[in-house]
T-cell receptor, first 114, second 110 residues
Framework: DGGITQSPKYLFRKEGQNVTLSCEQN?????MYWYRQDPGQGLRLIYY???????QKGDIAEGYSVSREKKESFPLTVTSAQKNPTAFYLC?????????????FGDGTRLSIL | RKEVEQDPGPFNVPEGATVAFNCTYS??????FFWYRQDCRKEPKLLMS???SGNEDGRFTAQLNRASQYISLLIRDSKLSDSATYLC???????????FGSGTKLNVKP
């Protein structure tokens, strides 16, 4: 089955620790995205990538980093500089070209501080 | 000003009712529009795209009004299973950057 796989489902971070969230897709999509969702709020864009080895900051990139070494994979690292990391993190992908290509989401990672 | 704005609700309706949500967008260069459904503590799932000519899928109808810069979602004969948060999503200028509204919560009661 084609889809987007995020892991782990739940993650706990200690003070001063970096953690990495995995996102893998087998949809052959060029574009991939990371969003953060806080309780009762909409999705906010952290980073996006339109092609391998290229990515751009979204609206709330501070304290996060990404890489895009392979088309299928777009891991997100939450660094110790992100002081309020507790949130629901969603990875998505879409076909690069075409107005009407919607995003498809993985089932998310819930990150909490210990 | 937010790119996409939605009434957060909640909209509390009885089973069988018809309910409508609107979503306004601020950028007139917006090109494509979508409605997503998000269940509690789950990922958003695509409900439907919103074309200029409108779009209908069973009990769900979506409309686009470019002059007034809003899109709407109409749900007829509401079911208990329609209870969810409905997210409005806008893509601007064909760049692969999507703007999400904060969502409208719908509660369908027996």
């Amino acid at each position: 089955d084609g889809g987007i796989t995020q892991s782990p489902k739940y993650l706990f971070r200690k003070e001063g620790q970096n953690v990495t969230l995995s996102c893998e897709q087998n949809l052959n999509h060029d574009a991939m995205y990371w969003y953060r969702q806080d309780p009762g709020q909409g999705l906010r864009l952290i980073y996006y990538s339109q092609i391998v080895n290229d990515f751009q900051k979204g609206d709330i990139a501070e304290g996060y980093s990404v890489s895009r070494e392979k088309k299928e994979s777009f891991p997100l690292t939450v660094t110790s500089a992100q002081k309020n990391p507790t949130a629901f993190y969603l990875c998505a992908s879409s076909i690069r070209t075409g107005n009407w290509q919607p995003q498809h989401f993985g089932d998310g990672t819930r990150l909490s501080i210990l | 000003r937010k790119e996409v704005e939605q009434d957060p609700g909640p909209f509390n309706v009885p089973e069988g009712a018809t309910v409508a949500f609107n979503c306004t967008y601020s950028n007139s260069a917006s090109q494509s529009f979508f409605w997503y459904r998000q269940d509690c503590r789950k990922e958003p799932k695509l409900l439907m795209s919103v074309y200029s000519s409108g779009n209908e899928d069973g009990r769900f109808t979506a409309q686009l009004n470019r002059a007034s810069q809003y899109i709407s979602l109409l749900i007829r004969d509401s079911k208990l299973s329609d209870s969810a948060t409905y997210l409005c999503v806008v893509n601007i200028n064909n760049f692969n950057k999507f703007y999400f509204g904060s969502g409208t919560k719908l509660n369908v009661k027996p």
